[in-house]
């Protein structure tokens, strides 16, 4: 995120890393079992949420996940064109169409129904456990950190706070969501490491 604490300006534009923070970002991807990000980021921003500029520790891609209540993911994002080669998950609710659920699956994507409305995070995430993904990275955006944060299954949240000021009241920001209304309701974190680049982006290792 950006100083002012925007992890997109108000376009959508989410390029804010340095090159050597995007390798810590791909060597973390290559330690965990799952990614998960929001479908917003899909659309926005059409990742490919894959180990790239590094080595794959475990030799493989972990799966992706996007949460995705009606599964609206376009069947020609860069996530479902992979679909047959990387493990990837749609979760979506219970208001997604059945025409649209069998078309997700013909691309190669495993479809998880969880909710009534909007994607139920506690449901999907039991299942991806079941289904062997135990350690998940959220990629975001500020919608999905907000629910998993707010749900209390985060553990640890790593953040890195590049030097630059965006502003933008429309602009995305770390954690959206409804909110706390006090500071007493604060979700509390202990700051166990915090490593300086050398171009003054700052990563802070934080533990719930
Ligand atoms: N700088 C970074 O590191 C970074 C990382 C990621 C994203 N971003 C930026 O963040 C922006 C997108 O973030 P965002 O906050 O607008 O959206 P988001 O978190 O990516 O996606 C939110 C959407 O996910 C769906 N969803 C389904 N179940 C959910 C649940 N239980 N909790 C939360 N969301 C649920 C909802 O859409 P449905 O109702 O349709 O299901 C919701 O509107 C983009 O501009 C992207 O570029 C930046």
């Not at 973390?28 to 990614?35: G, K, P």
């Not at 609206?72 to 047959?84: C, E, F, Q, V, W």
């Not at 975001?140 to 933008?168: A, F, M, R």
């Amino acid at each position: 995120m950006t100083v002012d604490g925007k992890i997109a300006t108000t376009c959508g534009n989410s390029r804010i890393s340095s090159k050597q923070d995007l390798i810590r970002v791909h060597e973390l991807r290559s330690s965990v079992d799952a990614i998960i990000v929001g479908i917003s980021t899909v659309l926005i921003d059409d990742p490919l949420l894959t180990v790239r500029i590094i080595r794959s520790n475990k030799g493989k891609d972990p799966a992706r996940v996007v949460v995705d209540s009606d599964g609206r993911i376009p069947l020609d994002s860069r996530i479902l064109k992979t679909a047959h080669r990387v493990t990837t998950i749609v979760v979506v609710s219970e208001r997604a169409h059945d025409n649209k659920i069998h078309k997700l699956r013909s691309t190669g994507a495993i479809v998880i129904i969880a909710g009534r409305e909007m994607v139920d995070l506690g449901e999907a995430l039991s299942c991806l456990k079941k289904m062997g993904f135990k350690n998940i990275l959220a990629e975001g955006g500020g919608e999905l950190n907000w629910s998993l944060l707010d749900l209390g299954v985060v553990d640890q949240l790593i953040v890195t706070v590049s030097p630059k000021l965006v502003g933008g009241r429309s602009a995305t920001t770390l954690v959206e969501g409804d909110g706390y209304e006090k500071i007493s309701q604060a979700i509390g974190m202990e700051l166990k490491k915090v490593l300086r680049q050398n171009n003054g982006e700052l990563v802070l290792f934080y533990e719930l």
